[in-house]
Each structure stands twice: as C-alpha cells, then as structure tokens.
C-alpha cells in the first residue's frame, strides 16, 4: 500500500473529496500552499576548512547557477535561489518529497577569511564556495629594551 506523508496535499485531497464547495477548496489549497512553503526554505549545505580555504558545498537541485544570488554584506555572506515547479491544469501532485520554492542561507564569515578572493563555480549540480583563509599571526616573543638614563 502507498502511503504518502505530506500532510498538506493530504488535507487538500480530503477535503476536495468531501466536496464542501470552491470556497472551502481554495481555502484548503491557500493554507496547504503557505504550509508546505514554509518548509521550503532550505537547502542542504556542507562546510569544509582546511589550513587555506573554507569551502561551503550547497546543493540546490534543479536550479539553475545562473539564477542563484550570492551576496556579500561586510562579513555576511548570503546565498539565495528559487526552485519552481508546476504541473498543467489537468495533473496534481500526487505525493511531493522535493523542497520547492525560495530558499535563502547566510553566514557570518570569520576574520581570518579574505572576502575579496571569495569565488564561487558549480560543478555536477553542487555550488563551491571557495574563501581563501589569511595567514594567521603566530604568537611571538617580544623583547623588552631597555632605554639608557640619559
């Protein structure tokens, strides 16, 4: 037997079936719209550092990497994109797993990253953000001098 687990189109089948008119129909379809896209807002993200670079490996399928929006704000860096998907007039959704709709992720860069060689490229579907790291200072004995009475 199939089961689905997506609770809004369940409701939204449900209640069409009960037949309590368009009004109640599209009321049911507004809220199982606004529920299943406040799940959608994320995408899955991977952070990597090694001893030269801090790497984010962000996977938004089905989306396009000219659409995707990157911005740099001090040291916020944000990643934003939206993952559209429809059926025709005649079709429904029968079950949906799949995230759809605007996702958007920022984070809060460290002060040892250099922000001005931060590139980004994709490569098999996966976005990599590459930050080079700066050189971190060593902690150093200071001597003392001592100053001649003059």
């Known amino acids: 037997m199939f089961r689905s687990t997506h609770l809004p189109k369940d409701l939204e089948r449900l209640a069409k079936g009960l037949n309590l008119g368009p009004d109640f129909d599209k009321t049911v379809e507004d809220l199982s719209t606004k529920f299943a896209g406040s799940f959608a807002g994320s ?31 001090a040291r916020t860096f944000g990643v934003s994109a939206t993952r559209n998907f429809s059926v025709t007039e005649d079709h429904e959704h029968v079950f949906v797993s799949r995230r759809h709709g605007a996702f958007h992720r920022s984070f809060t860069l460290a002060d040892d990253l250099d922000t001005e060689g931060l590139t980004a490229r994709s490569k098999h579907g996966v976005l990599i953000v590459d930050i080079p790291a700066t050189a971190t200072p060593r902690p150093r004995k200071i001597d003392i001098t001592h100053a001649r009475p003059g």
């Open 43 to 73: 995408s899955n993200v991977d952070v990597v550092r090694s001893s030269v670079q801090f790497e984010l490996f962000i996977d938004p399928p089905g989306v396009d990497p000219a659409t995707v929006d990157l911005t740099l704000d």
